[in-house]
């Protein structure tokens, strides 16, 4: 109990200014693959072209490029709602078309 009032509930060991996770990085390249990958197949048909899945990828770029204060936490949160908007657009523009 101690350790959770001197921390608080989030509190985490190791550096927040970069990711050390080889998962997490294997992760974000893959999504950010195959958001690329969405929108090359759904650029191509005329019926469904969209760009809504450009969000997705920046959603997955975002905490591999940019690291904002120096706290990568905040960069994975906006990622992560880049990805949640990205993803919802990209299926209702392509559930209408």
């Not at 949160?77 to 990805?83: A, D, L, Q, S």
Request: charged share 10%; aromatic share 10%.
């Amino acid at each position: 109990m101690d350790e959770i009032l001197k921390h608080g509930v989030f509190w985490i060991n190791g550096n927040l200014t970069a990711i050390n996770s080889t998962l997490l990085i294997l992760l974000l390249a893959v999504g950010a693959v195959l958001s690329l990958l969405i929108f090359y197949l759904a650029w191509h048909n005329l019926a469904t072209r969209t760009r809504t899945p450009i969000l997705c990828l920046a959603g997955f770029l975002i905490p591999l490029i940019v690291h904002g204060d120096g706290n990568i936490l905040k960069s994975l949160i906006i990622g992560y709602i880049f990805i949640i908007a990205g993803a919802s657009f990209s299926v209702q523009a392509l559930r209408f078309s």
